[in-house]
């Protein structure tokens, strides 16, 4: 990739497990390093208890995970549109407005994208999902509005919006040398995104591309998703859930669905659920489940549990199984979670991104034949099943792959460019 001057402006790419800045200078890869050596920064901020310290990024997920007492917030970008948005949490004795947390995040993105780009970023194009709020317009609207002012408090001035999968589109229209009608397949951390739209050498040079886009789409389903569905089905009943009470009622599911569920994993860890369970644990008649479940709150290990459950769903992508060591919960506990299981445990997630895309081509007006390519992003997209749902609905588009989490923000550059200068 080259250009002749380097960008005004930049491109950010917040996403749900990892962001990403992109900018076009010359001669130059548009993704700017952030941490490590890596374009991509985990979408983590943790508060070190012990250390009195605030890490970002995979340093903040690794002191978590070596053990440090502290706070771990990540998937933040699903507290968009959620009712938590408004709230606060309490963090090392204090109470934090999750806005707070997020223009943490987005602050420290936009200092470490400019001291690897050696210069300041006033403007920016940020990309959003399609919809960060289903069949709600009007909250969907106010997710994006709390995004720009969260912006505008990190310190940019000038701040507009691009969608995830058509920054990747323009991403990809810098490699192909003649027309396609692609549909781009954006599934990240926590939204499915479609794009059907013409892309050609000749078109990029056009500034409006309003007309080249026939149709977009999306539905709030994301690979924390599959993360969820895959720690219910596989790993939450080692902990008791789906257990039965003495009194013959099933173990309540709202524990479960709170520790398999990155963005409310904290809220397990208060007194009125300690003490909650521990009337449970009277009643429970699988008592050796509820002790893991326990020693599990007690040591504050349920993002510990949630990287395993994240590590075995990608395992499987390329595996037919996969083993969970899982020593913290129970000395030598081994558990083994199959592609199978994962699958089941998956249909109706990956049905309904199916049915999302059904809907856009009908709405469209364009026959499944008609598409050329389908191109790949977002790091979801490498999940087997979902990938050949997409592809069975395209028989006839060639599949191309890009940068699973680096295409849209490399797309961002080329919009942020475009826009500004």
Known sequence: ????????????????????????????????????????????????AEESTISIGQAGLNEYLEGYEGRLMRALKSLLGSNLM?????????????????????????????IAADRS????????????????????????????????????????????PIAAAY????????????????????????????????????TDRRDDLLANSGVHIGGTDFDRQLSLTGVM???????????????PSSYYMNLATWHTINQVYTRRTWSELQELYLDTQAPEAMDRLLKLIHDRTGHWLAVQVEEAKIAL???????????????????????????????ELVERIGNTLNTLLAKASIRSESVDTIFFTG???GVPILRERIAAILPMAKRMEGDLFGSVGAGLAVEAQRRFG
Not at 13 to 29: A, E, I, K, Q
Not at 131 to 147: I, M, N, P, R, S
Not at 181 to 195: H, P, R
Not at 340 to 347: G, K, L, R, V
Request: hydrophobic residues 40%; charged residues 20%; negative net charge.
């Open 237 to 251: 009943p080692l902990l008791g859930y789906g257990s039965l009470l003495k009194r013959g009622l099933i173990m």
């Open 317 to 347: 992508s390329a595996s037919d199984s996969a083993i969970l060591h899982l020593d913290r919960l129970t000395p030598n506990l081994r558990h083994t979670l199959t592609r199978i299981e994962f699958e089941q445990a998956s249909a």
């Open 86 to 114: 408004e709230g606060k949490t309490e963090i090392q004795g204090r109470s934090l407005p999750y806005k707070q947390l997020l223009t943490q995040f987005i602050t420290e993105l936009k200092c470490r994208a400019e």
């Open 171 to 206: 991403h990809y229209e810098r490699q192909i040398n003649h027309e396609e009608l692609v549909l781009v397949a954006d599934i990240g951390g926590g939204t499915s995104d479609f794009s059907l739209i013409r892309l050609s050498p000749q078109r990029a040079l056009v």
């Open 1 to 48: 990739m080259s250009v002749e001057t380097p960008a005004r402006a930049c491109g950010i790419d917040f996403g749900t497990s990892n962001s990403t800045v992109g900018w076009l200078h010359p001669n130059d890869s548009p993704l700017l390093v952030l941490e490590n050596g890596k374009t991509t920064l985990p979408s983590v901020i943790f508060f070190n």
């Open 379 to 381: 790091g979801a997209s």
């Open 121 to 164: 970023f006033d403007q920016a194009v940020f990309g959003r999902p399609v919809f960060f709020v289903d069949d709600d317009t009007a909250a969907d609207q106010k997710a994006e509005t709390t995004l720009e002012t969260i912006a505008y408090s990190a310190g940019f001035r000038e701040v507009s919006f691009q969608y995830e």
